[in-house]
């Protein structure tokens, strides 16, 4: 599977332009989900230029290394005029409907193939949310 990881606020905390302190387990889990999954993994994030060799070499440092970054594949090459929209099967983004799962949460869904949709989310159901019901103080005034 080809997943499109984000870096800011996903593998660091959110200190842009500066690198973020690691999130806990993210790079390790990454690193699993390579070896043991056989997923390509490619780095996806608004950074370019110094910031993004920056961020490339703080993961390489830590043993990461990605299939492509900001590109569906590594011989693309990015012009100005082309989308950054990379063509993977699924994202990791702390900007997520719900947010960012904890990476345990992560690496056990992508490995056993979970769906990654919300379908068993509180906030989709079959049945309309039922009224409160009122006290009997609520009533009287």
Not at 83 to 103: F, H, Q, S
Request: proline fraction near 6%; include cysteine; charge should be negative.
């Amino acid at each position: 599977m080809v997943i499109a990881v984000d870096f800011d606020g996903t593998i660091v905390t959110h200190e842009y332009p500066k690198i973020g302190r690691e999130i806990p387990f993210a790079i390790d889990t990454l690193k699993r989900l390579q070896t043991e999954g056989h997923h390509q993994l490619i780095l996806w994030t608004v950074r370019e230029g110094q910031l993004l060799d920056e961020a490339i070499a703080f993961c390489k440092e830590r043993g990461l290394e990605f299939y492509a970054v900001n590109s569906s594949y590594p011989e693309e090459s990015n012009t100005d005029n082309q989308p950054r929209k990379v063509n993977a099967e699924l994202y990791i983004d702390d900007r997520n409907l719900g947010g960012l799962p904890d990476w345990g949460v992560i690496y056990r869904m992508v490995m056993s193939g979970i769906p990654h949709d919300i379908k068993s989310s509180e906030f989709i159901t079959d049945t309309p949310p039922q009224p409160k019901k009122r006290r009997w103080f609520g009533r009287k005034y």
